[in-house]
């Protein structure tokens, strides 16, 4: 099988996005600063791209969102400094691979949807709620993973009331997971069927 090429249509949709993803990082824009976690609307353009361009332009435009949240704990994001005093490595790991499977992964699931005949006009709406929700789930996974047993997180829990990973996690991001699968939902959505209509790629 030969390798996807991209129009110049897409070309520029990808560059428009990359640009879209690296303003929002760096403004106020694209944080909504919390407690302990940041809620990020980063993750529109992300599932936009997925959608419309394919798996693999979610997965770099993942990255490149990837990247970003990990030049935020230089100094930017107080949560994302106390992960990178504690473990650098780890917190590029926790920055980067999970924005970039989730990229990834909501390209994968529109395609799928996209040839199932019942699930086809939902596929749009259905990507652009799974990109968030993937972006919440994914990272909040690896932050536990790598992170929990430390004395920072121990104490973000403890200041929570959480006894345990689970409630750790459901403290965290509940608003945060509300509010960006809403974003993605009613923004992404939109966005997406508006490029698919220009590029043609329905």
Do not use: D
């Not at 990178?84 to 926790?94: A, K, R």
């Not at 005949?117 to 990507?127: E, F, I």
């Not at 006894?163 to 997406?192: D, K, P, Q, R």
């Amino acid at each position: 099988m030969e390798p996807k090429k991209f129009s110049t249509k897409q070309l520029v949709e990808m560059a428009l996005l990359t640009a879209i993803i690296i303003l929002l990082a760096f403004t106020p824009i694209g944080y909504i600063r919390m407690p302990g976690l940041e809620i990020t609307l980063i993750v529109v353009p992300v599932t936009v791209g997925a959608v419309t361009l394919g798996p693999a332009a979610g997965a770099v435009l993942g990255a490149v969102f990837g990247i970003t949240s990990f030049i935020q704990c230089f100094g930017m994001s107080g949560f994302g400094a106390a992960l990178l005093g504690i473990n650098p490595v780890f917190t590029c790991v926790v920055c980067i691979v999970p924005r970039l499977l989730m990229g990834w992964l909501t390209g994968c699931i529109y395609q799928g949807l996209k040839k199932a005949k019942k699930l086809r006009g939902a596929s749009v709406a259905l990507a652009n709620l799974a990109g968030p929700i993937l972006n919440t789930v994914l990272f909040m996974g690896t932050l536990v993973a790598l992170f929990y047993q430390t004395e920072y997180i121990q104490g973000v829990a403890q200041s929570h009331g959480a006894t345990n990973a689970l409630m750790f996690v459901a403290a965290l991001v509940g608003v945060n997971g509300i509010v960006e699968a809403a974003a993605c939902f009613v923004a992404g959505s939109a966005i997406s069927k508006a490029l698919i209509a220009a590029l043609k790629l329905g």
